[in-house]
């Protein structure tokens, strides 16, 4: 929770106050007793438990009578932005070898299936042969199928041999398949597959690394010769901009003021104007080391104000009501101690410290979940001054 701001009071007012309470330092007209400005102490060593104003000064001051309302709450955080997790992916290098081109540099737009690097390896002449040789075994199983389906038609072939044949066939298409799906995989490209299923010759192949989504490289790992191993090394990030992750962190009960699907307004240091989002999910767990929730929120980011690791407010708005008794900023001030303390309206003309205890904070208000009941007079503008001057 974040401290209470000070209260302010206007200057000239305060002046006037002051001025008024000097005044009453002096000789007091004996027919005007009730001016008198003063403490009321328990004990000659105690703090002043009460203090009294002229009614010129009380005039002044404005006193508001609690009562309990119902409103919305909104919390304060402090949150850091990430990627989509739904919408980023580290692309890792699905060959190994050395890199021969960086096609893909840093901040590029890219497109599903676009060609980031090329790679020099060995397996691709392995692969490439591999696939060769699965297809001229399935053209050659073929050519035997249909000749032994004529056998069989004139009864000259035996119905197990030509079920012999089937399976060869079968299993040879099944395998120039495998072969196939292992050149995509390695990235080479469907016009190299098929000049190489119809015997074609091709020239030396490279083998590319594409991106798996659209979006911008936001991360290049790799360059010209680096050697890279299949399956380990990470050669890009790419990211969808357009949304991004804002993750804050919620502390104690405040946790139970926040929703699912409840609005959130971030701060950055860039723009004044509030960047929006939702609550899309709760951790269900407490963080062991800070004691803290993680809340995850989905910001549109059109503007790109949000980069990654990037530390923001939030200000989360409660989609539920709830009832209890709010007291202005301005009458919420701090003792000597940093612990809040509110002025109240006494029946005999005087004011007193009360300690509060706060929850929620809104907008310039408090929510004050201990210290004041329904009925209870505070002072809300002018209590700076009274705190002030209850020490003159």
Request: some cysteine; glycine content about 6%; hydrophobic content about 45%.
């Amino acid at each position: 929770m974040s401290s209470a701001p000070t209260a302010t009071f206007p200057s000239r007012a305060v002046t006037l106050l002051l001025l008024s309470l000097a005044a009453c330092k002096g000789e007091t007209p004996a027919n005007d007793s009730a001016a008198t400005a003063g403490h009321v102490y328990g004990d000659s060593s105690a703090k002043p438990t009460a203090f009294r104003v002229t009614d010129a000064q009380r005039a002044r001051l404005q006193v508001v009578t609690v009562e309990t309302v119902t409103f919305r709450p909104a919390l304060n955080a402090t949150a850091t932005v990430a990627f989509n997790g739904d919408h980023s992916t580290s692309v890792i290098a699905p060959i190994s070898g050395p890199v021969v081109r960086v096609l893909a540099q840093l901040g590029a737009r890219v497109s599903a299936r676009q060609t980031l690097a090329t790679v020099s390896s060995p397996d691709f002449a392995t692969d490439v042969a591999s696939y060769r040789k699965a297809e001229q075994m399935a053209q050659n199983t073929k050519r035997i199928l249909d000749r032994n389906e004529q056998l069989f038609a004139n009864d000259a072939l035996a119905r197990s041999d030509l079920d012999q044949s089937r399976t060869d066939a079968a299993a040879a298409v099944a395998d120039r398949d495998a072969a196939a799906q292992q050149l995509r995989a390695i990235g080479i490209d469907e016009s190299v597959i098929s000049a190489i299923h119809d015997g074609k010759s091709v020239p030396q192949i490279e083998g590319a690394i594409r991106a798996p989504i659209s979006g911008v490289v936001v991360e290049k790992l790799i360059s010209p010769g680096q050697l890279l191993v299949a399956g380990s090394t990470a050669a890009f990030t790419i990211a969808d901009l357009s949304t991004m992750w804002v993750l804050a962190s919620v502390y104690g009960d405040d946790i139970g003021a926040v929703r699912k699907g409840d609005a959130v307004d971030i701060v950055t240091d860039a723009s004044a104007t509030p960047v929006t989002g939702r609550v899309d999910f709760i951790a269900p767990i407490v963080d062991p080391g800070t004691r803290a929730t993680t809340v995850r929120v989905l910001a549109s980011n059109s503007s790109q104000l949000l980069r990654r690791d990037q530390f923001v407010k939030v200000r989360f708005h409660a989609s539920v009501t709830r009832t209890g008794i709010i007291a202005p900023a301005s009458a919420v001030l701090r003792d000597e101690d940093n612990l809040p303390f509110v002025f109240l309206l006494n029946t005999d003309g005087t004011f007193s410290r009360r300690r509060v205890t706060l929850g929620t904070e809104l907008d310039a208000s408090y929510e004050i979940v201990g210290g004041l009941a329904p009925g209870d007079k505070l002072l809300t503008n002018g209590a700076l001054f009274v705190q002030f001057a209850e020490h003159q």
